[in-house]
Nanobody, 112 residues
Framework: QVQLVESGGGLVQPGGSLRLSCAAS???????MAWYRQAPGKQRELVAS???????NYADSVPGRFTISRDNAKNAVFLQMNSLKPEDTAVYYC???????WGKGTQVTVSS
């Protein structure tokens, strides 16, 4: 079992930035990690993923604005979000994509 704990969400104005963190209870060294989000009334969707070799993939709506990264020594994954838009409002979830574990999510609200 792996626990994933997200942090860093909050309320931000349009155009602002947030950095989400995901702390894993065990090593993530060999595994693909990902960030998903779910807006009210919508399905959960992939935002970005990063392989064990740090190959990244992004949803069409976020490249150039969001950056996923990882620190294997700290068992952590990050999502830097810039130029935030109201449509980025959602609960953001960390996922160990290889083993199928989910965090409980952190709320991101983009509003003036």
């Amino acid at each position: 079992q792996v626990q994933l704990v997200e942090s860093g969400g909050g309320l931000v104005q349009p155009g602002g930035s947030l950095r989400l963190s995901c702390a894993a209870s065990r090593s993530i060294f060999s595994y693909t990690m990902a960030w998903y989000r779910q807006a009210p009334g919508k399905q959960r969707e992939l935002v970005a993923s990063i392989t064990s070799g740090s190959i990244t993939n992004y949803a069409d709506s976020v490249p150039g604005r969001f950056t996923i990264s990882r620190d294997n020594a700290k068992n952590a994954v990050f999502l830097q979000m810039n130029s935030l838009k109201p449509e980025d409002t959602a609960v953001y979830y960390c996922r160990d994509a290889t083993r199928g574990y989910w965090g409980k999510g952190t709320q991101v609200t983009v509003s003036s």
